[in-house]
């Protein structure tokens, strides 16, 4: 694929964080690498993105290709500020959003009897915007009762009155039979032509509940997402951008404006998966060789985590936004936790310290930004301990006021009878504490030896709580990667153009077959073609990937399992199933051979992998690294002369003693007592706790 504006041009990754903005750029030609960090532009995200551009790279004539994160539709969701959305279910199913799997979360709620669902307290969808239509489609696709398009109709037209933006559509089995869902598009974008339509066949899978989730979200989003896109693609053509612009979805590749338009819930937080790419990425190019990285991106408002095994992505089939509003589509497969550098400490219900979810963001900020934030932040707590130094915080253009920090944490310290400095190490530990528990639940929870692990820290705040972290976990390594503050911005330029197409056959292994199934997938293969070709990609770069959902006959829950390559015969089916058998004892410690197979979903996504990176070698240090001596006053430290380290004048495998602090641009990295750390001969930075 061409760049489009020859070999001298950028390629540019840009990531749009709760607080910050990131890019970074590497030029084709040269490999040189540039970042920059910016305040990200609320509500007007695109205004941030060209500020970033333009400050990364002179002539924006001069950029080829674009990858983009953005965190538009997100934003919609948490702060409750998406499309007017309106849903049309099969009648008797309005009200499946509020009632979703009737369960609910453990933690303090599970016994409160006052508890309400998420979505009963802030709905997406109102229960007055959701409409049941007389319509019914058996589970093998037959229509019991027909739709009633009269019904439909009418219904459009009091959501004209009402003035809804957005309608989502779906019906029960639409997954086998699309007819009526469509049907019901169809006159919905007839009556209502400036209103947004999705129906549930933008991944149509079993389980209605969270069928059900995606399409709604979709509507609710999809007028923003597009919106935006569209405002950043007339901004950059404005600018002199005459490249390609993609965007990065949540599973794991990227797309065209126009393809990722069609279902913009896939981009809903394509941010944090940059972060698992470059993860991967690493894997393949560095880091020692480690195959297994427990990723920790540490931004502004949270941290997002994921287990990275043997060099591939982890994937999954369900994401859940909060609870009992969990979608089905294929996600690369990261947990957030609202704890960032910018989560705000203060006195829980019950009179103790806590940190987190609510974050100050990139307005007002933290305390020591200097821009109107007057409650203590986990930020705040790192300059009053002496790990951010002041003047040297995004590379001097943002100095740092210790002062409000310590004016802000002593104030809440003096409501818990504590000083300043324990109220820092306090919010510092207990946000540490927070992460740890993150990546236990995507790791330790779910069987896996974090001894065969290392931590892969990023984001501008990873590096400095990563060695705690780490030793919470018990974690023999740590390793910042270069320019850690804007990784996910260059996990984006490591990533492919991907399609996903899925069906729901419900069907037992032996009643599909050998050649039935290798048509299935042949048809989803050329949906999947189709797509990719209409981004410019040609056929031939094309690999195709299979993957399906088994479960043993009277279960409820499907597992996702890959298919090696190659045409489906008997052969390969009984092939098939013994795998199923075998994924069974690994992860459950039993297999039932007695009972059918059912096979729940099938899935094929399309890759076409785009060129790789080609970086420069970095320069090779000079000056002296020691920049001074400075307090640390974390209680695991406390000393009044700590070295403080510029990491680009650090030499190659020259070991660093703890206790240390290494400062660069974007990111500091603490490295405590007990630690020593290097630079690896590929760039970067292994830290090893003994």
């Known amino acids: 694929m061409s760049d489009g504006n020859g070999q001298s041009a950028w390629w540019v990754g840009i990531d749009v964080g709760g607080t910050f903005t990131d890019v970074v750029a590497i030029n084709r030609a040269t490999g040189e690498v540039r970042d920059h960090k910016v305040l990200t532009t609320k509500g007007r995200q695109e205004v941030g993105v060209l500020e970033a551009l333009r400050e990364a790279v002179d002539d924006v004539t001069e950029v080829g290709e674009i990858v983009h994160g953005h965190t538009s539709g997100i934003n919609a969701v948490l702060s409750r ?38 979505h009963q307290v802030r709905p997406i969808v109102r229960r007055r915007d959701r409409y049941g239509v007389r319509e019914r489609s058996g589970p093998d696709g037959a229509s019991v009762l027909d739709l009633d398009e009269e019904q439909v109709r009418e219904i459009a037209a009091e959501l004209k009155e009402r003035g809804m933006e957005a309608v989502a559509v779906c019906f029960i089995n639409s997954y086998v039979a699309r007819d009526h869902e469509e049907r019901a598009a169809e006159i919905l974008r007839e009556e ?34 597009t919106d935006y896109l569209h405002r950043l693609e007339r901004d950059l053509r404005d600018a002199g951008f005459g490249g390609t612009l993609w965007i990065m979805t949540m599973n794991g590749g990227v797309g065209s404006v126009a393809e990722t338009s069609k279902a913009p819930v896939f981009q809903l937080v394509s941010g944090p998966v940059g972060g698992v790419s470059g993860g991967v990425h690493l894997t393949r190019t560095s880091a020692g060789g480690a195959q297994n990285l427990l990723t920790m991106d540490v931004g502004g408002t949270s941290t997002d985590v994921a287990a990275i095994q043997a060099g591939e992505t982890p994937m999954t089939d369900l994401w859940t936004e909060e609870h009992g509003l969990t979608m089905a589509i294929p996600a690369v497969d990261v947990t957030s936790v609202g704890s960032g550098a910018g989560s705000i400490a203060h006195i829980d219900s019950l009179g103790a310290l806590k940190v987190g979810p609510e974050s100050a963001g990139s307005e007002p900020g933290p305390a020591c930004y200097g821009r109107g934030g007057t409650r203590p932040t986990v930020t705040d707590a790192c300059v009053a301990l002496g790990i951010l130094q002041p003047d040297l915080f995004a590379g001097g ?52 030896d974090l001894r065969e692990f290392a931590l892969l820290a990023f984001g501008a705040a990873g590096p400095m709580m990563a060695g705690q972290v780490a030793r919470e976990l018990q974690l023999g390594t740590v390793i910042v990667p270069e320019r850690p503050g804007g990784y ?47 981004q410019n990609v040609k056929r031939e770069d094309i690999v195709l990937q299979r993957e399906f959902f088994a479960m043993y006959a009277g279960q409820t829950w499907d597992n996702r399992l890959p298919l090696a390559s190659g045409t489906l015969d008997d052969q390969r089916l009984e092939e098939l199933s ?113």
Request: hydrophobic share 45%; charged share 25%.
């Open 397 to 448: 253009a943002l100095p740092l006021d210790v002062g409000a920090a310590a004016t802000a944490l002593a104030e809440l310290g003096s409501q818990l009878g504590m000083s300043m400095l324990e109220t820092a190490n306090g919010t510092y530990r207990l946000a540490c504490s927070d992460m740890a528990a993150s990546i236990r639940s995507i790791s330790t929870y779910r069987g896996l």
């Open 488 to 534: 996910s911005a260059f996990g984006l330029l490591t990533s492919d153009i991907r399609v996903t197409k899925a069906r729901s056959p419900m069907k037992t292994v032996a009643a599909y077959g050998a050649e039935q199934l290798e048509a299935d997938y042949r048809e989803l293969e050329e949906e999947a073609i189709a797509d990719l070709v209409a």
């Open 578 to 690: 013994e795998g199923v058998h075998e994924f069974y004892r690994g992860r459950y410690g039993f297999s039932a051979g007695e009972l059918p197979i059912v096979l729940s979903a099938l899935e094929v996504t399309g890759v076409a992998r785009r060129e790789p990176l080609r970086p420069g070698d970095a320069a090779a240090a000079t000056g002296d690294a020691l920049l001074r001596h400075a307090p640390v006053r974390l209680d695991a430290i406390d000393s009044d002369e700590v070295p403080v380290y510029a990491r680009e004048r650090l030499p190659v495998e020259t070991p660093i003693e703890g206790p240390a602090v290494i400062v660069e641009d974007y990111a500091t990295t603490l490295i405590d007592a007990d630690s020593s750390a290097k630079v690896a001969a590929s760039g970067e930075l292994v830290i090893t706790l003994s």
């Open 192 to 225: 209502l032509p400036d209103v947004y339509v999705q129906t549930s066949g933008l991944y149509p899978v079993t389980k209605e509940s969270e069928r059900a989730n995606t399409v709604v979200f979709d509507a609710y989003v999809g007028p923003i997402v």
């Open 81 to 118: 500020q998406g499309a007017k959305t309106a849903l049309l279910a099969t009648a008797g199913h309005r009200d499946l959003l509020d009632i979703g799997r009737m369960d609910r979360a453990f933690g303090e709620s599970l016994y409160d009897p006052t508890w309400m669902r998420p």
